[in-house]
């Protein structure tokens, strides 16, 4: 997709502000809008600041259906409301924070350029602790936030341990979901938790594997277990007390002592990532795979990796999740504009828009019970393709432990298990 040019360069942009702040001085304007925070409790008052405004959004850029739908909504954005969008497409997040930090170490604490930033994890938790934030909390002041599904979704108020506190706006989600091929595995053997996975794998010896730590996909397994067998699961929101580190994981590691002999090619390999296990489920080596996007397996089917009768199931009590957010930079120049932008994605129609797998196939954070008939239509309508589970059948979501405790069981597991090839 062809990038569209900036209408108003980064140059111009402070030129102007610097006009405004001399002329201010001078007592013959007003004070710059961008140096008042806009209330989102006040809506009408940011609809108003927000008419004339290009926010500048930066994005993951990596790929072209969600890079369509930012280009949709912005259509829609200029339309009903005034405001311009426009993507600055990112490699990796953590650019755009270097930007908002540099631009406090120069001094820029207006007119930033950076109105928007696509962030969870990390890059939340390194801009919430260095004050990079527009503050206070504005997320939960939004219109549609009375739309979001904060009972059934942690994750919604936390984000990987790190509490939100409205500094950010949920956009969408992700959640561990399980794949076998209904051609081979009946429905009514498949297993409800952690557990009646080790018993699964002893009544199907080598058709379960996990990609090997430090894969993404791996990992998220081993944080699976962890927060199913654990005894405690509040200690999963601090950082490893290495004291108790041994006896605090011992569930964990005899669960993949008794799993690990049990699984394809007896443990002594893994697939090295979830593409390989996804081939290895095509291929009839594996029966049991997992992903942490519900749609991927109807997607698989679509694309021909993955045979029409490959269904979803995840467990009942819960698989391992987190959210994906909006925040707004603390000295971002069209502050009303990204609180405009924030909450126009997070309504029904842009959420059940960004759901459809046609579209982009990305979960909503949306409770679909709190919708009105003609909202809960827009789901309802959707196609979420033959091996998609619908959002209600997604089961309650499980946090995501302190970013500490991966490293140091991604550093246990190599030691104990980490022969494969």
């Known amino acids: 997709m062809a990038s569209v040019p900036f209408e108003q360069p980064w140059e111009i942009r402070l030129r102007k502000f610097a006009l405004s702040v001399a002329l201010l001085a001078l007592g013959t304007i007003a004070a710059p809008a961008d140096v008042m925070k806009p209330d989102p409790r006040e809506w009408d008052d940011v609809l108003e600041k927000a008419r004339g405004e290009t926010v500048y959004f930066n994005a993951w850029g990596g790929s072209q259906n969600i890079n369509a739908y930012i280009e949709w909504a912005g259509e829609e954005l200029k339309e009903r409301f005034g405001v311009t969008l426009r993507q600055v497409k990112l490699e990796d997040t953590a650019s755009a924070v270097a930007t908002v930090i540099a631009e406090k170490a120069a001094g820029r604490e207006t007119s930033g350029s950076i109105d928007l930033i696509w962030i969870n994890g990390e890059n ?82 080598g058709r379960f594997s996990y990609p090997q730590p430090p894969d993404f996909i791996g990992s998220s397994f081993l944080k699976q277990v962890l927060i199913e067998k654990i005894g405690n699961r509040a200690l999963l ?17 005899d669960y993949l002592d008794a799993l ?59 698989t391992l999740a987190n959210t994906h957010f909006l925040a707004i930079p603390y000295n971002a120049t069209a502050k009303a504009g990204a609180l405009v932008t924030a909450n126009f994605l997070l309504s029904p129609e842009a959420q059940a828009r960004k759901q459809d797998p046609a579209i982009w196939g990305d979960p909503t954070v949306l409770a679909l019970g709190k919708l009105g008939a003609e909202d809960r239509a827009r789901f309802d309508a959707i196609d979420l393709g033959v091996a998609t589970l619908r959002p209600d059948e997604l089961g309650p979501a499980l946090d995501e432990p302190h970013p500490n405790w991966m490293e140091r069981i991604e550093t246990e597991w190599k030691r104990r298990y980490g022969v494969g090839n």
């Open 237 to 253: 929101q601090k950082p490893v007390d290495e004291a108790a580190f041994a006896e605090v994981t011992k569930p964990l590691f």
């Open 124 to 205: 939340f938790a390194a801009m919430k602790s260095q004050g990079l934030l527009m503050s206070p909390g504005w997320a939960e002041d939004l219109p549609n936030w009375s739309y979001v599904d904060v009972e059934s979704k942690p994750t919604i108020r936390t984000d990987f341990t790190i509490p939100v506190e409205g500094l950010e706006s949920p956009w969408g989600m992700a959640k561990l979901v399980f794949f076998y091929d209904s051609a081979r595995t009946a429905v009514e053997t498949l297993p409800q938790n952690a557990d009646g996975l080790l018993e699964w794998a002893k009544a199907n010896p």
């Open 260 to 318: 690990n002999p049990l699984m394809w090619r007896s443990g002594r390999a893994y697939p090295q990532n979830y593409p390989a296990m996804k081939q290895l489920l095509a291929d009839s080596e594996l029966d049991v795979v997992f992903a942490f996007n519900p749609a991927e397996a109807s997607s698989a089917i679509a694309s021909g990796e993955l045979p029409a009768t490959v269904r979803s199931f995840t467990f009942p009590g819960g």
